[in-house]
């Protein structure tokens, strides 16, 4: 009997928080309840402290939370998420909390203990008092979502695990859900960008609760689950939920029970201090850490765009290399030709010019630097060739400045209506998961697009109102979005004309320099 007993106890560790809430409610197995409570008790203790600004109250809304779950946990659905669960719980619990401490002319003294909560950057300081009202505006899943990916930091894996879906999704719904956080703070006057609210949401979301706290919501859960079952315990059971005027009651009716939880409850007002002064030490460590993580992070930008400039040029060489042999294929077919008839010699001498004019294509735009768009890096060897002998020369080669601006505007033309092709693609994808609508942020589109095309939206162009756009042409091009994408200036010194995407098409608009 000692033996199954031991081994049960070292799996809990293993078991899924239904498997445990199942053992509990079938055997009363309270090492089960015990285990949830730990893996729980720092998400619930910080979202009620972030709610009540009292640490007893705190203590007393996770308590009753864990209590509400012990009572219930026979009637939860198989498919329940237990962090969501108690998360919903704790919101309510801690809002009729803050009503009741209104009523009692509290609000001084929770002002107070505010005050000495400081955050750890200035985004969460401006964040902290929004958070739980935000996270209550999103809908179930997302909530989920957020609280599985930041709150305890599990992979994409395993959100997409717990909540029935693939990664891919996952990582989708999480950036959704982000978004739609980031808006409600916007909405409120405070401004984060999504990766920011990412790093402060990791960092800052759950603190660790006070020492002894897990052990003295363990006993008090477990004396609630009983009270279910027998009536005998029913006044310990309603002894949970007293406020905090009554809390000498319940630690005289715990006291009976078990002694040992009293005795860590006892300890934690000393170890609270002492755990204060360790979070003012760590607060450079945690500087740091953010700055090597921010260092990280662009790192890894960095070598994901050399990886995809490395990427390009392969594929430039090695499209490079098949048109020079075409080339060469055309020469032999020129020599060939030419001995059999003499008159075909001046094709030998157009594909020279062509190909020279190419040439003096690239050198010019290298040379040149402020005749260079990014767009250009879409644009194939192929395309350079063909575009250079579209330029209406009457010379074999360019001479004037106008010829080179003239076959550089050919270059602009064709590499813009590229990347608008791939911009459109992303459009389309994102307006068929949103119900048709049009992006609110060029960021939206990210997940859209090849990484590449992503970046250059966030540098170089913006969303406009179609308004922006003269009537002819919303007419000629039958544009009928209220939105469009825009270069935000005008190429070079030299033009006037903006690109403008929608997600049938693209045209050209004129605008201030």
Not at 250 to 273: C, D, K, P, W, Y
């Amino acid at each position: 009997m000692g033996g199954d007993r031991l081994v049960k106890m070292s799996d809990t560790a293993t078991e899924t928080d239904l498997q445990l809430l199942a053992r509990y409610t079938r055997d009363h197995a309270e090492d089960a309840f015990a285990e949830i409570v730990r893996r729980h008790v720092d998400l619930i203790h910080s979202a009620a402290l972030r709610q009540v600004r009292s640490p007893q109250l705190a203590e007393e809304v996770a308590q009753s939370a864990f209590t509400d779950l012990a009572r219930n946990a026979n009637k939860l659905k198989p498919d329940t998420i237990l962090a969501a669960w108690l998360y919903r719980v704790t919101h309510r619990t801690a809002v009729d909390v803050v009503r009741r401490e209104a009523r009692r002319q509290l609000r001084e003294q929770i002002a107070t203990e505010l005050n000495a909560m400081n955050a750890t950057t200035a985004d969460w300081t401006h964040i902290e008092p929004l958070l739980d009202d935000a996270m209550s505006a999103l809908d179930e899943t997302d909530r989920a979502a957020v609280l599985l990916r930041y709150f305890e930091n599990k992979s994409l894996r395993e959100v997409g695990a717990t909540l029935g879906t693939s990664d891919d999704a996952a990582q989708k719904r999480v950036s959704r859900a982000v978004e739609r956080l980031r808006e409600f703070f916007a909405k409120r006057g405070v401004t984060v960008a999504a990766s920011g609210l990412v790093v402060v949401l990791s960092a800052n979301a759950v603190q660790a609760a006070p020492a002894g706290l897990a052990v003295t919501i363990s006993t008090a859960g477990i004396l609630a689950g009983a009270s279910v079952q027998t009536a005998t315990t029913i006044a310990a059971t309603k002894a949970i939920a007293m406020t905090t005027l009554q809390k000498t009651l319940i630690a005289t009716t715990l006291a009976a029970a078990v002694g040992t939880g009293i005795f860590e409850a006892h300890q934690a007002s000393n170890l609270r201090t002492e755990v204060q002064t360790l979070q003012q030490q760590q607060a450079p460590l945690t500087e740091q850490i953010q700055q090597l993580t921010r260092e990280r992070d662009d790192a890894t930008r960095q070598l994901a765009a050399l990886r995809e400039e490395n990427e390009r040029l392969n594929r430039n060489s090695a499209e490079l290399l098949k048109l020079r042999g075409e080339v060469g294929v055309l020469r032999n077919a020129a020599r060939a030709s030419m001995q059999a008839n003499p008159a075909d010699a001046s094709m030998e001498a157009a594909a020279k010019s062509w190909l020279n004019r190419a040439n003096q294509l690239k050198q010019y735009v290298e040379q040149n630097p402020n005749e260079k768009i990014p767009e250009f890096q879409f644009l194939t060897d192929r395309e350079w060739l063909i575009l250079s002998g579209d330029t209406g020369l009457e010379t074999e080669d360019f001479r004037t400045q106008d010829d080179y601006r003239r076959g550089v505007e050919l270059l602009r033309l064709q590499a813009e209506t590229k990347f608008a092709h791939r911009v459109q693609e992303a459009l389309r994808k994102y307006s068929s998961a949103n119900n048709g609508q049009f992006p609110t942020g060029l960021s939206q589109l990210q997940p859209y697009c090849e990484p590449i095309v992503g970046d250059l939206l966030l540098q170089l162009y913006e969303i406009k109102p179609s308004t922006v756009l003269s009537t002819w042409l919303v007419k000629d091009n039958n544009i009928k979005t209220d939105w469009v994408i825009t270069r935000m200036k005008p190429v070079n010194s030299n033009s006037t004309s903006r690109l403008a995407i929608f997600t049938d098409g693209n045209a050209y608009w004129q605008s201030p320099r």
